[in-house]
């Protein structure tokens, strides 16, 4: 079976971590090159005592540098690094030769003007941005398959869109009437020392945070308008809850249509999806039913005494939402199976 080299830049995060616990696994991967800074020179198994016994977990990390990663003749990469750090590597990699996934917010945005606006600084990379692709699956596997550069999508942006798009394309909701309340497992802030993000301060207890203009507004605004063809803005909070992983994102709209066609519209986007399993009407998606898996579950209702359609999704923010989604993007642009490596319960 042909299988393909690859790199995970910024392999000892969290979503690195999934990364690597997936590809380990991918019959049609080898991990060739792992990088970090702060662990370079130990192997995979001596960060990752979980990897012991897998083939490859004598792999050595690497401090990244584009020349080194390139002569490990890895041919794909995956970033999992900081948003601003990563279109460094994306630009000297592609230069390069490798395709590239990446993981972080950097080439999501279409227009420069939106990321500086949410990121806070300039795009550092301008010139990618026409060729880079956004990469759903469900929506641009087309795209994907001919791509150089993928733009993973966020983890919430995930949650959120997937369920809402068949309904705006089809005009069976209000475009500027859309609120989602979403939480948020803590691995999704990333594996580095920060006080909000200490056990007593997570545990037992459930916070909102970025309010009331979180960073993923915009990706998932810039989605929504293009299904909806007009331009939408819509109302977002995220909490952070005190479990490792998992997102859970409820979101409510104003029915405009005929409501016997919501569950329709959903039906026939997402039967033949391989990774997005439909609950129906009355279904309450769970984390606990998604975590480790490339699954996003998504139930509807209908609150007849507001108007307002709910839509209730879940998916794991390192796997749908992270890891999980990027390998799918890779089995499609490879031409393998998009289910490769992935399709676990
Ligand atoms: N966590 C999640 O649920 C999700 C995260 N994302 C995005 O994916 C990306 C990775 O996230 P996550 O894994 O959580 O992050 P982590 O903080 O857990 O890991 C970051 C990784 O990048 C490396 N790194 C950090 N700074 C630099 C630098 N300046 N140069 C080179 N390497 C660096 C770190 O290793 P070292 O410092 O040793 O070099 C580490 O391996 C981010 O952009 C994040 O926003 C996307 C979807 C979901
Ligand atoms: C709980 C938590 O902190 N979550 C992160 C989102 C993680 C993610 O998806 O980040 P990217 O957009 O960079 O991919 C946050 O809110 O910033």
């Given at each position: ?7 995970v830049i910024g392999a000892s995060g969290y979503t690195g971590l999934e990364l690597l ?14 990088t970090s800074r702060a662990n370079a020179?130990k192997?995979?198994?001596?960060l990752f ?12 990390f690497?401090?990244p ?14 970033l999992a690094l900081p948003h601003g750090v990563a ?16 993981l972080s917010a950097d ?12 990121y806070g ?33 966020g983890c ?28 948020s497992g803590v691995s999704g802030a990333g594996r580095k020392e920060a006080i909000p993000l200490l056990f007593c301060e997570c545990n037992?207890?459930?916070r909102?945070y970025s309010?009331?203009?979180h960073r ?22 995220p909490?952070l809850?005190p479990t490792n992983a ?71 923010n390192l796997?749908?939402g992270a890891a ?22």
């Amino acid at each position: 079976m042909n299988s393909t080299k690859i790199a995970v830049i910024g392999a000892s995060g969290y979503t690195g971590l999934e990364l690597l616990r997936l590809l380990l696994m991918h019959p049609q991967a080898e991990l060739v090159c792992v990088t970090s800074r702060a662990n370079a020179g130990k192997s995979l198994k001596q960060l990752f005592p979980r990897f012991t016994g897998a083939p490859g977990a004598d792999l050595e990390f690497i401090a990244p540098d584009a020349d080194v990663i390139a002569a490990s003749g890895a041919e794909v990469a995956f970033l999992a690094l900081p948003h601003g750090v990563a279109a460094e590597y994306a630009t000297s990699l592609l230069e390069r030769g490798l395709r590239v996934i990446d993981l972080s917010a950097d080439f999501r945005l279409d227009d420069p003007a939106v990321y500086e606006e949410f990121y806070g600084a300039p795009h550092p990379a301008v010139d990618l941005l026409k060729e880079a692709v956004y990469g759903l699956p469900e929506i641009r596997s087309e795209e994907i398959s001919k791509a150089r550069l993928i733009a993973s999508p966020g983890c919430y942006p995930t949650s959120i869109i997937l369920p809402l798009l068949p309904l705006l394309r089809k005009g069976l909701i209000d475009p500027q009437s859309i609120v989602t309340c979403s939480m948020s497992g803590v691995s999704g802030a990333g594996r580095k020392e920060a006080i909000p993000l200490l056990f007593c301060e997570c545990n037992e207890s459930v916070r909102a945070y970025s309010v009331p203009k979180h960073r993923h507004l915009s990706e998932i605004e810039q989605e929504l308008s293009i299904a909806a063809g007009e331009k939408v803005v819509m109302s977002f909070t995220p909490h952070l809850v005190p479990t490792n992983a998992g997102i859970c994102s409820t979101t409510s709209a104003k029915l405009v249509g005929d409501l016997a066609e919501v569950g329709k519209a959903l039906e026939e986007a997402y039967n033949d999806a391989a990774y997005v399993r439909l609950l129906g009407k009355g279904g309450c998606a769970d984390t606990k039913n998604v975590t480790r898996t490339n699954f996003v579950d998504i139930g509807w209702d209908y609150d007849e005494r507001t108007g307002r359609i709910l839509l209730l999704s879940a998916e794991d923010n390192l796997g749908k939402g992270a890891a999980g989604q990027a390998i799918q993007s890779f089995n499609i642009m490879s031409g393998f199976s998009e289910t490769s490596g992935l399709l676990n319960f």
